[in-house]
């Protein structure tokens, strides 16, 4: 069986400045276009044989930075979409704690938004995952398989990776422009690298 290759999308203007980021698509800055290069070499030494990217430009524009000739036929795959966060698109947890002292994203959830952003429980992100899980599962008899989206799309995906609740995910911290790879250890799964930056 081939590892489950992770990749948060590089840093955009929005995840610099904290501000949740859903369906808005913000393009890399420079600094995210470099980060997402900088894990060429690492992902290079590796047998990836089928890559699924989230269908926002800076999870798009990570993969072929950071998988080169690899992302060429990447799949989009709309249920690694990012959390849906309703009315807190663009806050920060700063701004929403104002009105919400508190509040606590894994525990709280959204408010509903317009209908571009109406908002989705944890739950719902967990059933996108089961979904996404599901389709590779049968691809990683054939190697290694890239999934390149979002950080809190891809926790939840670790927590369910792991047989945990979706909410599980508030465990793995997990920054802009990283690595981390689940796998398995006597056929059990596991953790087998996370939040790994390119080199410097």
Do not use: C
């Not at 109406?118 to 059933?127: F, I, N």
């Amino acid at each position: 069986m081939g590892d489950l290759i992770l990749l948060r999308h590089g840093e955009t203007e929005w995840s610099l400045a904290g501000k949740h980021t859903g369906r808005t698509d913000i393009p890399l800055t420079a600094v995210g276009e470099a980060a997402a290069a900088a894990l060429a070499p690492l992902l290079a030494k590796l047998d990836i044989t089928a890559v699924l990217t989230s269908p926002a430009e800076r999870a798009v524009r990570t993969a072929g930075l950071a998988l080169g000739p690899a992302a060429a036929g990447a799949q989009q795959d709309p249920d690694l979409w990012e959390w849906d966060y309703g009315g807190y698109e663009g806050m920060t947890t700063a701004q929403i704690q104002e009105q919400h002292p508190g509040w606590y994203l894994w525990r709280d959830g959204v408010i509903p938004g317009d209908a571009a952003h109406p908002g989705e429980s944890v739950e719902s992100v967990g059933r996108r995952t089961d979904r996404v899980l599901a389709r590779v599962h049968p691809l990683l008899a054939d190697g290694d398989v890239a999934l390149v989206a979002h950080g809190h799309v891809l926790r939840v995906l670790t927590a369910r990776w792991l047989r945990l609740a979706p909410s599980g995910g508030r465990m793995f911290r997990l920054d802009t422009g990283t690595i981390s790879t689940l796998g398995f250890e006597h056929d059990e799964p596991v953790i087998l690298t996370w939040n790994v930056p390119g080199p410097r």
